[in-house]
């Protein structure tokens, strides 16, 4: 025999009688729940270098340990596949946590004592600089400069409200920016004012950049730095996927430097920035940002639109009137703006990436996807709409139409003080009656993509799981679902989590489901989310995260059963 005829051989062999591989891991005895329609549930599942190498029955997977296997027990766990979080902000997020952060602050005393507290902390830094107020601590969401001037006299002062849509200023950071009773609002934003016509403080939506652009920037160090915190937070989430919804270049930078030291413990893909006054000669420059910044396990394929604001601020843009002012919300473009843009980034085959929460916005949004399809064609875009607290309801099936995915953040989910305090008088009950239309989406056959919109709220998937299956505030009790036609079940929300924001990163081959050859991106939660009552799934703990069968998360050691 010829050498060749030889390998021949011994391969027809080999796929005779297959020997399995030494497992790095072996998961069995309880619930594996993978998100494969194939098979939508195991007891077992091997792991060997990187790849999920066995999914089935105990019996079989006993087969793939060998002498430096470690063994897990299920038992009464649950092993799913690592999450996907399609929507959030790791890098100015983690950058916001080295500032004056305060999003734990849930009394307006709390909060005035922590901005004490940080100015007096740091009494050499040049501003004082904070994020995540929240907006129902203050009449009308506007908190005034007064207050601040109060609590950081000596410097300028400049706190971002939790949702990133408004900020709040003292009168020195006013000054600094040049902002007088006589500066007109500027193009997509408002500056608040008092009843002389003078600046009050509060900034909303562009406004805030006559602001941020005498504020020390960010650098890509600070960003780095950020990244390596808000990466491991969320991998202590489960998280092994993530959207990065809002990259500028230098956000771009600390991507690139960060995956080409093999320091990113999580496939990223990233959502460029695209400012709407620009029009299409940035596709270019973004295209080519696509390129250079591209790496092993980050992919900016992504372009980010902000159709409209928030209905808090009475700034996202709604077809009928808000009841207390009686206007419409402004738009950050025009329908014949939106749908050229959407055209050429769709022509240059990016991910269209769109923020929209008001009916008008979300509507200007799918126009916007339905021109660039009339221009160039169908094609399997998975172009994606993120927040829609509002669809109309001649939209809601419109986007199985235009395969369109819906992100939705199902933590906003329920009738929280922003709901009632700040939303339900300026909507009124019928429109407030259909907000966050997770349900009717999945039932027009919509793809349901979830993210957590961190830092403007908690990363933990498993409390954005809770409330799409409760629509109720996660850490109450429990009781009758706020919207019930708007409820899906545990396996909708889990695929929305897993398979379906695989399938929204163009990665549906790679992760997203516990499947033989696809890489072993993994979550070990401490209880069967199916097995304890649904107000307690967001109090179950992550045991374990592994990303290409390594852990990012969690010692394995300490789970080892031999
Ligand atoms: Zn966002």
Request: with cysteine; hydrophobic share 45%; glycine share 8%.
């Amino acid at each position: 025999m010829t050498g060749r005829r030889i390998l021949v051989a011994l391969m027809s062999l080999a796929a005779c009688t297959p020997a399995p591989p030494s497992a790095d891991y072996v998961f069995l005895g309880g619930t594996v729940w993978t998100a494969d329609s194939a098979r939508p549930r195991a007891s077992a599942v091997a792991v060997a270098r990187g790849r999920i190498a066995y999914v089935g029955d105990d019996a079989g997977a006993k087969a793939f340990i060998g002498k430096g296997t470690v063994v897990i027990p299920l038992a009464g766990r649950m092993l799913l596949p690592g999450f996907e979080d399609s929507h959030l902000h790791p890098a100015t997020g983690g950058a916001w946590l080295y500032d004056c952060l305060l999003v734990d602050d849930t009394s307006r005393a709390m909060l005035v004592a922590h901005i004490r507290r940080c100015a007096a902390d740091d009494p050499k830094r040049p501003w004082i600089i904070g994020r995540g107020w929240a907006l129902p601590l203050f009449p009308a969401a506007n908190p005034t400069r007064e207050l601040l001037d109060s609590l950081v006299p000596d410097r300028p002062a400049y706190f971002r409200a939790a949702d990133g849509h408004s900020a709040w200023v003292n009168s020195r950071a006013l000054a600094l920016a040049g902002i007088t009773s006589k500066t007109p609002d500027p193009p997509r934003g408002r500056i608040e004012r008092d009843a002389h016509g003078a600046p009050s403080g509060t900034l909303r939506e562009d406004a805030e950049a006559l602001v941020t652009r005498v504020v020390p920037p960010r650098t890509p160090e600070d960003y780095e730095r950020g990244l390596k915190r808000s990466l491991a937070l969320g991998n202590s989430f489960g998280i092994t996927t993530m959207t990065e919804a809002d990259a500028d270049t230098t956000i771009l930078e600390a991507f690139r430097v960060l995956d080409s030291a093999g320091a990113l413990p999580m496939r990223v893909v990233a959502a460029m920035h695209v400012d709407p006054a620009a029009g299409t000669a940035q596709v270019a420059r973004l295209a080519a940002q696509r390129t250079r910044y591209a790496g092993k396990r980050f992919r900016p394929v992504q372009a980010k639109i902000y159709a409209d604001g928030v209905v808090e601020a009475h700034t996202a843009a709604l077809l009928e009137p808000y009841l207390d002012t009686h206007d419409r919300g402004p738009a950050n473009l025009t329908p014949g703006q939106m749908d050229t843009i959407v055209t050429a980034l769709d022509r240059a085959g990016f991910q269209v990436h769109i923020h929209a929460i008001g009916d008008r916005g979300v509507r200007l949004a799918l126009d916007g996807f339905a021109a660039a399809r009339r221009a160039n064609g169908a094609r399997d875009a998975r172009h994606q709409i993120a927040h829609l607290e509002m669809i109309d309801t001649l939209d809601v099936p419109r986007f199985a139409q235009l395969g369109v995915l819906a992100n939705f953040q199902s933590l906003w989910a329920y009738r929280d003080s922003y709901v009632r305090d700040l939303t339900e008088p300026v909507l009124g009950p019928e429109r407030s009656s259909r907000l966050y239309p997770i349900g009717s989406v999945a039932r027009s056959g919509g793809t349901i993509v979830g993210g957590s919109d961190w830092l403007v709220s908690s990363m933990n998937p498993l409390e954005a799981i809770q409330v799409a299956v409760t629509r109720r505030d996660p850490f109450g009790a429990p009781g009758p679902a706020w919207t019930p036609k708007e409820l899906v079940t545990l396996d909708q929300i889990l695929a929305a989590y897993t398979i379906n924001g695989a399938f929204a990163n163009f990665q549906e081959r790679e992760t997203g489901s516990i499947a033989v050859g696809k890489a072993a991106d993994l979550v070990l939660l401490g209880r069967d989310l199916f097995a304890i009552p649904p107000n307690e799934i967001h109090a179950t703990k992550v045991l374990l995260t592994l990303l290409d069968g390594r852990p990012v998360y969690g010692d394995p050691a300490a789970l080892n059963a031999r």
